[in-house]
């Protein structure tokens, strides 16, 4: 996403204290992939048959609505991690090991849906060309129509469709009443929390960098698919208490990892090439602490590169090693780790079954200790 403001002083540990470096059980971290690995390859199955179906369904309404839902479908089946509806799984297991599979499956389609609008959206404020390893939807579209303005305003009405049929899965889940609205008030609280994340990140540059995090990010990537998969198996307010606490911290760490990843990450990994977020500007906790700890010509450097997408790569390569030079990579990963160890406290002090533990404590590594 596009630029934030200055990082707050709390984000840098206190000087003198050992850092934590505790980690899950290996046991663990394996339950959650051999449950993400399942989820992905049903995700995949089921937006495929829902995509393929919108498509056919979009040929009586013209070539440019074909062409909308189809850059929509290829989106969706370039890659994704589907952590998101992994989370929804956790949280619904945590709840009721013996909740059915496909009602649960069906929430994280709709969330990936979500994912893709709000994707297709930030793409084109950024101004990003590249998603997944391959064209983002409005240069995708501004290329087949022939026209910048045209690919912009049909990528937003892709995003548009996207979050409609998001919302149309879910209305669809075979649930009690008062149990499907509270999925659908879920649903739109992730919204609403991370449109003004975005809000506070594309234009009101302010100066809680985490708040930020909490909002635009761990609200529909970490907190919302739990809570929500734990409303979809009739959870406990308890329960819902302890997803709450694990899934904040959680959540922030995981944009962390991702800051990390968007300019030290492997492109072959990523599918976006190296040091792209300092060419876009983006703002990060890393790049404010950067510029508060360099002087002189590291400082000009940085600067010069931010926002800078014509910058040469030789320049990113060296803002790059400024980043790390001066500390400010190791920060984070400071962070990200303190942040992990207060995830996973609130795991050892909730009331979890077994199966709700172990899958929660896999997903803090998976989450923050993730390539790409």
């Known amino acids: 996403m596009a630029k934030q403001g200055a990082a707050r002083s709390e984000a840098s540990p206190a000087r003198g204290k050992k850092k934590n470096t505790a980690t899950p059980p290996q046991g663990s971290l394996e339950a959650f992939r051999a449950l993400l690995a399942e989820v992905q390859r049903d995700t995949d199955r089921q937006l495929s048959e829902i995509l393929d179906g919108r498509v056919t369904l979009a040929e009586s309404h013209g070539s440019e609505v074909v062409e909308m839902i189809s850059t929509l479908r290829d989106l969706c089946q370039r890659g ?12 619904a297991r945590a709840a009721r090991p013996d909740t059915p ?12 849906l979500l994912q893709a609008y709000f994707l297709i959206h930030d793409d084109w404020m950024d101004q990003d060309l590249e998603r997944r390893g391959g064209p983002t939807v409005h240069a995708h579209l501004g290329r087949r129509f022939r026209s910048t303005s045209k690919g912009a305003s049909a990528a937003i009405l892709t995003g548009d469709y996207a979050v409609a ?11 009690p009443g008062r149990r499907l609205s509270g999925v659908l008030t879920c649903f739109a609280d992730m919204q609403l929390d991370a449109v003004a994340g975005q809000g506070l990140d594309v234009i009101g540059r302010g100066r809680d960098v985490e708040l930020t995090y909490r909002l635009k990010t761990a609200s ?13 198996a009739g959870g406990s307010p ?13 959540g922030v760490a995981f944009q ?12 072959a990994r990523t599918g976006k090439p190296r040091g792209g977020d300092l060419r876009a500007g983006k703002r990060t906790l890393l790049v404010e602490l950067a510029l508060q ?3 002189g010509p590291r400082r000009q450097l940085l600067q010069s590169v931010l926002g800078a997408p014509r910058t040469t790569q030789r320049a990113v390569e060296r ?13 984070v990963e400071e962070r990200i780790v303190s942040l992990s160890n207060e995830a996973r406290v609130a795991i050892e002090r909730g009331r979890l079954s077994s199966e709700g533990r172990e899958l929660l404590l896999g997903a803090v590594d998976a989450l923050t200790s993730r390539e790409s």
């Not at 962390?256 to 492109?267: C, N």
Request: hydrophobic content about 55%.
């Open 80 to 91: 994704g991690k589907r952590l998101r509806p992994a989370l929804v799984m956790v949280g």
């Open 101 to 112: 599979p496909e009602l649960v499956l069906q929430a994280g389609v709709a969330l990936e």
């Open 165 to 175: 049929l998001a919302t149309r899965v879910l209305a669809n889940l075979d649930l």
């Open 220 to 232: 529909y990537t970490v907190r919302g698919p739990l809570i929500m998969g734990a409303l979809l």
């Open 238 to 250: 308890a329960l819902q208490a302890t997803l709450e606490r694990f899934a904040l911290p959680a």
């Open 256 to 267: 962390l990892r991702d800051d990390l990843i968007g300019v030290f990450g492997d492109p």
């Open 293 to 295: 700890r360099c002087r």
């Open 319 to 331: 803002a790059i090693e400024v980043l790390e030079e001066c500390g400010a990579k190791a920060v």
